[in-house]
């Protein structure tokens, strides 16, 4: 799907295991910036080459011009096609140093944080040829890609702005209502989303795991994901006030209610993010 001149989403479907032996359909976005040379933000699951070399064929350019492939983060739905596209093309990666050692270590990621399904959507580990920090301005051969590093979904998450065409790239940092909100540090997360919504000149929000919002949908959608993570937040602290006794799993089960969420949402993720809740200072989620 082509988002601007310069830039092309690919809506990559995939299911995980479920305990009671179903199977979870999701899907993740990833995004090629094509110019001089074609540069990819994240690389999505296993098997997403495939789709990807169709449609850069398709679109009358090579696999071979993809030159660098950013990464928002570690998360497996981002890095699990990484390995195939660097055997086949020799691309560069670049990500955050503090989530670099989980893209080079995949099995301390999954020791780490064992994400149901974790093998079956992540091809294996690539190395990290370039460290961010936030803040840099990569070139892209008569191109730039502006980092900010967003912690909170995970301490090295990352967006990234390309000012020529407006376009955002949030990863996973700005939570869906009615989704869910994962992050392992509440206060920074909140942060984050504030520190986007001052980008200015942003054209098009290109999430990975919503649709481009355009215009005043920015904004809006920013907003709410503020909006949802404070309602959390308020949620975390009553139930918290009300059952003193309850630890993270009971907490959550009771926010997944409130929130009028089905009750298979209560996963060791979202008991993460309930736990952020529960460690972080009121003041800093107002
Ligand atoms: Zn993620």
């Known amino acids: 799907m082509q988002i601007t001149d310069a830039i092309h989403a690919l809506k990559v479907p995939f299911e995980l295991p479920l305990p009671d032996g179903g199977k979870l359909k999701r ?20 098997g997403y080459y495939q789709a990807l070399f169709d449609y850069v064929r398709k679109t009358g350019r090579d696999p071979e011009e993809i030159a660098l492939g950013v990464l928002t983060h570690a998360h497996p739905d981002h890095i699990g096609g990484a390995l195939y596209v660097r055997d086949e093309v020799g691309c560069e990666f670049a990500a955050h140093g503090y989530d670099a050692p989980w893209i080079e270590d995949v099995d301390r990621q999954f020791r780490e944080r064992p994400v149901p399904g974790f093998q079956d959507i992540v091809e294996g580990w690539v190395p990290v040829d370039k460290l961010l920090l936030g803040g840099e301005i990569i070139d892209l051969g ?32 700005v939570p869906v209502p009615g989704g869910l909100p994962i992050y392992t540090d509440a206060a920074e997360a909140l942060a984050s989303l504030r520190r986007l919504q001052l980008i200015e000149d942003v054209q098009v929000l290109l999430s990975s795991w919503d649709r481009p919002r355009r215009g005043e949908e920015i904004a809006a959608t920013l907003q709410a994901g503020v909006e949802y993570m404070q309602r959390m937040h308020r949620l975390v602290r009553e139930q918290q006030a009300a059952h003193r006794r309850e630890r993270a799993r009971g907490i959550t089960t009771r926010v997944v209610a409130a929130l009028g969420l089905p009750p298979a949402m209560v996963n060791p993720l979202l008991m993460a993010s309930v736990q952020a809740h529960i460690d972080a200072d009121d003041g800093a989620m107002e």
């Open 27 to 46: 899907f993740v976005y990833a995004y090629l910036i094509y110019g001089e040379t074609i540069t990819l933000i994240d690389c999505a699951v296993r």
């Open 142 to 173: 008569g191109d730039e890609l502006q980092v900010i590093h967003t912690p909170g979904h995970s301490r090295g998450h990352i967006a990234l702005f390309h000012p020529r065409t407006g376009a955002l790239f949030s990863g996973d940092a």
